[in-house]
């Protein structure tokens, strides 16, 4: 199958490594990966914040670059949400019947990395490595949005050598939110130091998510809190080698 990356803005300028982790288990699958040079953002931050119809615009940019494509999946469950829940709606902002229909046409081609590994390829064993202790913080959108399941924890639990710990309290929030940890940051903080806690409390070495938004905002206190558990994304996990 041929596959087009979109790795997401955030991905690209903070965490490139998930995306050539994704990049790795899919060709060791057997697929062949394309990524267009010109992606830029899905428009989340502005449609979330506000600016609705500034998003506009980069809907309209990653139909274009994507429409054509077998099929787009995405390493972050957050961008995918975005584009299946909230493109319909920008479009119908727009009033732009003809972009309305792309995205309708577009949406079944988009998928979230663990979802197609699982749903789509049907496979649950990667052939992965990973000798550590794992817990697994599944992200507001891919619970309320995508409803991935147990998708992820599917994946972890054939990766060789690794010990899957329960979270307590795993559907709770992390307190990133996007713009929400900047405007309460009182709020998020506090939400952020139960959702560390409850991690510190698996004995877990490693913390894994399918969105580095929420590991970028979990990785910065568990390391002010020098407690030396690493976050990962799902990606890099299932391409680490037995």
């Not at 596959?3 to 994704?22: E, Q, R, V, Y």
């Not at 040079?37 to 670059?65: K, S, W």
């Not at 990606?235 to 080698?241: G, I, K, M, N």
Request: with cysteine; hydrophobic share 40%.
């Amino acid at each position: 199958m041929k596959i087009s990356l979109f790795i997401t803005c955030f991905n690209d300028t903070w965490f490139p490594g998930t995306g050539k982790a994704t990049v790795e288990v899919l060709e060791r699958l057997g697929h062949t990966i394309s990524f267009p040079l010109e992606q830029t953002c899905c428009g989340q931050m502005h449609y979330n914040t506000g600016y609705q119809v500034e998003a506009i615009p980069l809907v309209r940019r990653f139909v274009e670059l994507f429409e054509d494509a077998e099929t787009v999946v995405v390493p972050s469950a957050s961008c995918v949400g975005m584009i299946h829940e909230y493109y319909p709606k920008v479009a119908k902002q727009a009033d732009d019947q003809q972009l309305l229909r792309r995205v309708e046409s577009l949406i079944p081609r988009v998928h979230e990395f663990s979802l197609f590994l699982t749903n789509v390829l049907e496979v649950e064993d990667v052939g992965a490595g990973y000798p550590h202790k794992v817990t697994y913080h599944p992200t507001c959108h891919s619970l309320r949005i995508l409803h991935v399941g147990d998708a992820p924890l599917r994946l972890l639990r054939n990766v060789a050598e690794l010990e899957l710990l329960e979270l307590p309290g795993a559907m709770e929030c992390c307190g990133f939110g996007g713009t929400f940890a900047i405007k309460n940051a009182e709020t998020s903080a506090a939400m952020l130091e139960d959702k560390v806690n409850r991690i510190t409390e698996t004995g877990a070495d490693t913390c894994v998510a399918a969105d580095n938004s929420c590991l970028m905002h979990i990785g910065g206190a568990l390391n002010r809190k020098n407690t030396g558990i690493r976050t990962m994304h799902l990606a890099e996990v299932l391409a680490s080698q037995k």
